[in-house]
């Protein structure tokens, strides 16, 4: 399940630069996650990172987006050719 950022956001920039994959960029007015991109951190760390530092509990499990750990594994695959 790719992780996805709600209302409780305040644009503070903690998550961006945690994300392994680049999937969280500005939005107008809060960031957002590529679900394209989210490993929710797998074959990185052991919990999402963005959930980790953001201030807020803003980042949230996605349920439009569920996916088991392997296929979290193969999408890390995709992005990062290993």
């Given at each position: ?13 903690a ?23 989210c490993?929710e ?13 953001c201030?807020t509990?803003a ?20 992005i990062?050719g290993?």
């Open positions: 399940m790719a992780i996805m950022i709600n209302e409780e956001c305040i644009a503070c920039d998550c961006r630069p945690e994300c392994p994959n680049d999937a969280i960029s500005e939005g107008d007015p809060l960031y957002i996650i590529n679900p394209d991109l490993t951190c797998v074959g990185f760390h052991d919990t999402p990172q963005c959930a980790a530092v201030p509990d980042c949230v499990p996605d349920p439009s987006h569920q996916e088991t750990r392997e296929q979290l594994i193969e999408k890390k695959k995709k990062h290993e």
